[in-house]
């Protein structure tokens, strides 16, 4: 059977994100029809029987993968990556993303492997989806791998933004050649961005009164 354009794009998210639950799919494909989750399951069940994607049926609701994938059905890697998921979700609600790459690999071997690789509002970012905690050591060195990237010169200026989404807070250093940020999800950076935003304009705004 000739896939549809739909068809095509589910089986591409599904080799981008690894895995996708089948409430994710509904929400990113079939948003625009009256019952989404029905169309949804109508869908991947024809694909599933022309083995165009796999499923594992030890979730509810029901977890997708490309039929590439090589990834096992009880991988702890799954909740990792159904968490960088549910962060791209969450990033499309404040605006268009121009790029969104899931584990790209940067320079040399055992070099920098970020979660995301994001473009957006015309601006590069690293993200670290932190599902799992890490202590203070294992961000502080792979910080340091993104201090070496930066000095490589392998990454075309300007050097993308490192994003920490966590619920821990992390010590870090000030002093890195690019910026780092840290938030619990990404609709809390975009807040803190506002509000630093506001807080500029309004120092500006009294500046230029006492200048006046």
Do not use: C, W
């Amino acid at each position: 059977m000739m896939l549809t354009n739909r068809d095509k794009a589910i089986i591409k998210d599904l080799a981008r994100f690894r895995v996708m639950d089948r409430d994710s799919i509904a929400e990113l494909h079939f948003s625009n029809l009256k019952r989404p989750h029905l169309a949804a399951n109508n869908v991947l069940l024809r694909l599933l029987r022309d083995g165009q994607i796999q499923r594992s049926t030890k979730y509810t609701p029901y977890l997708y993968f490309g039929p590439e994938v090589q990834i096992k059905k009880s991988s702890q890697k799954i909740g990792h990556f159904l968490a960088i998921l549910n962060t791209y979700k969450e990033i499309r609600q404040h605006g268009k993303i121009e790029s969104f790459l899931v584990e790209p690999k940067y320079g040399k071997k055992g070099g920098v492997e970020p979660d995301v690789y994001m473009y957006f509002r015309q601006t590069p970012f690293f993200i670290e989806v932190q599902n799992s905690l890490y202590s203070q050591k294992q961000m502080e060195e792979k910080l340091e791998r993104y201090i070496d990237l930066f000095h490589s010169g392998y990454m075309a200026a300007p050097f993308p933004h490192v994003l920490i989404l966590s619920e821990q807070r992390y010590a870090l250093d000030s002093d890195y050649p690019f910026k780092v940020f840290q938030a619990g999800t990404f609709s809390h950076f975009i807040n803190s961005m506002k509000v630093e935003q506001k807080k500029v304009q309004v120092v500006i705004k009294e500046a230029k009164i006492k200048i006046g």
